[in-house]
């Protein structure tokens, strides 16, 4: 068959065959899901936010600054996305709590959680990392990670299943130079998630992450802003650039939608092309 015809026959396919394209958008629609995503009113969580709006998912967004909620709503508003917003540091009980019931209140229930927020504050030798340190990253991380998932599950399993992806990184598998106690809380993620995902799935819950490479945010504009590094850094990749949050919004999107029915306790790399593995 050359091109032509080929074509013809796709297009022919199309219209004699309208099922197959509306079983397509069906497949990645999110409509009637209520998506909680956390630290979600800048970067990746901003990112994951619309993406799963813009796919029909009513989205709960927070972070710790009502100022930063109260733009981020106003701006997925704008973009025609059902959205409820309120302040959450996910490392305090009563303000995870907080967020559920008021998805809950507001929403009617809970399908999807993406456990999105990490904190950072050490740079240097690992081995000048205190015990401050490690409790800290730890407990925002992951801690609070497991946390938030165990809260929301009941919600889940009442609604006949859901999805849970959490935001690990590239620093997970290598850890990063100067950000040891960060990477190995990354490694926590892939960890958990495979911990959790036969247990969930007999509740019908998918539990999945992603691993983001270097993206274009606030939290690695200390990197992307050093042109040296990132010149020497680019040569790692293979697609010599510094990612953008869509594009692991859109790939958390994917993980939520029903065209990922058959995959759980997975952890998707978005880096580029750097080489990952534990
Ligand atoms: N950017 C990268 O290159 C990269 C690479 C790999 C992995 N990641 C991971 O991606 C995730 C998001 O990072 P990002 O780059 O998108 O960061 P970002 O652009 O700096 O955004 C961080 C968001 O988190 C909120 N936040 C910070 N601490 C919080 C807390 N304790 N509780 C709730 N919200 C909190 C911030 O708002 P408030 O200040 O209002 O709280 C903000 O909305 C993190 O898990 C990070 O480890 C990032």
Known sequence: MNGRVMLKSVFRCLRTNPVSCQRNMSQSSLAGKVAIITASTDGIGLAAAQALGKRGA??????????????AVALLQSQSITVTGTTC????????????QL???????????????AVNPFFGNIMDSTEDVWDKILSVNVTSAFLMTKLVVPHMTK???????FVSSVAGYQP???LGPYSVSKT????????????????????????????????SSALTGNEDIMDEFKKQLSIKRVGEPEEIGGVIAFLCSEDASYITGETITVTGGI????
């Open 275 to 278: 080489g990952c593995r534990l």
């Open 159 to 165: 609604r006949g299943g859901g999805n849970v992806v």
């Open 89 to 100: 540091n996910v490392g305090k009980e009563e303000d995870r709590e907080k967020l559920v």
């Open 103 to 117: 998805t809950l209140d507001q929403c009617g229930g809970i399908d999807i959680l993406v456990s999105n927020a």
């Open 188 to 219: 926590a993620l892939l960890g958990l998630t495979r911990a959790l995902a036969p247990e969930l799935a007999q509740s019908n819950i998918r539990v999945n992450c992603v691993a983001p490479g270097v993206i274009k945010t606030k939290f």
């Open 58 to 71: 009513h989205v709960v967004v927070s972070s710790r600054r009502q100022a930063n909620v109260d733009k």
């Open 176 to 178: 990063m130079q100067a």
